[in-house]
């Protein structure tokens, strides 16, 4: 079973646990027994494009954020690998200030959340699902991934099926554009990530606290999971890709319940594709 995780944010985002401190996180990491685990919390925007409150850290935030990482890694040195690193968006344009990030850390993961639309606002993918990508916006998703891949700026592509949080159904078009990713993913040899958070939000996770229901009870909500995208996995399991789980921590009691999340997602995929799949145990 994987002893890492590389999708770990912190309070400074502004829509994490705000009571979990960067050392509670790794308490419960090696209370679990994990190895490694590298801080990707979503990044600060020297141009700040995003506008949106509570999705990122301020850019003043950021030395706080790196030194707090760098005590940690010493304190516990001999407990478990800690590293620093950012979850990211590509956009044109903005790739030195994104090779200034990648400079200062460790690990750096590609977490697609929007893209540019015709009039260059931004086009988000909204967990509520009341945005929708038309076939144009697709493929520009599909298009900065390969992009991000192409600049070598990047360690891990987060959740690259979260797309279907912007469409209807893994039809044609999808499926065009997971190729796609898969094509580039194989060429950079870029490992694709398996995330658990929208599995641990309709499951365990409800009015912002962990129920205590059984796994057995967990599953009958599964139906309401949109990533991972069954689909999109058996499309990766025609290439020779890396692939790792993703906890995508932003709560407390999160990493406590790995094992049964990477179990529903392995459900949700399915046995026939997981087996299929380059599933790594060893860190990166």
Request: charged residues 30%.
């Amino acid at each position: 079973m994987q002893n890492f995780n590389y999708h770990q944010h912190t309070y400074r985002c502004g829509h994490a646990d705000l009571n979990m401190t960067d050392e509670d996180y790794i308490q419960e990491y090696v209370k679990m027994g994990f190895k490694q685990i590298a801080f990707t919390d979503h990044c600060p925007e020297k141009n700040r494009i995003d506008k949106r409150q509570n999705m990122r850290m301020e850019y003043q935030e950021k030395d706080d954020y790196l030194n707090s990482i760098k005590y940690l890694k010493e304190k516990y040195a001999d407990k478990i690998k800690i590293e620093s690193g950012y979850e990211i968006e590509y956009l044109p344009g903005e790739e030195e200030n994104l090779r200034e990030l990648k400079d200062e850390t460790d690990k750096i993961i590609l977490g697609q959340h929007f893209v540019y639309d015709d009039n260059k606002n931004l086009k988000i993918i909204c967990l509520n699902r009341t945005q929708k990508f038309t076939d144009i916006e697709l493929n520009r998703y599909a298009e900065y991934i390969v992009k991000a891949m192409e600049f070598d700026i990047i360690d891990i592509v987060a959740h690259p099926d979260i797309f279907m949080y912007a469409r209807n159904e893994f039809g044609n078009i999808e499926r065009k554009i997971s190729n796609m990713i898969c094509k580039s993913a194989e060429k950079y040899n870029i490992p694709l990530e398996i995330n658990l958070n929208d599995i641990f939000k309709n499951t365990y996770y409800e009015n912002r606290k962990i129920n205590n229901l059984p796994i057995e009870q967990q599953r009958n909500k599964l139906r309401n999971v949109i990533y991972p995208c069954k689909e999109f996995w058996e499309v990766v399991s025609n290439y020779n890709i890396k692939v790792l789980y993703g906890i995508d921590v932003h709560h407390r009691g999160q990493i406590q319940l790995f094992n049964e999340l990477v179990q529903m997602a392995n459900e949700v995929i399915g046995s026939k594709t997981i087996a299929k799949l380059n599933l790594i145990e060893k860190e990166i």
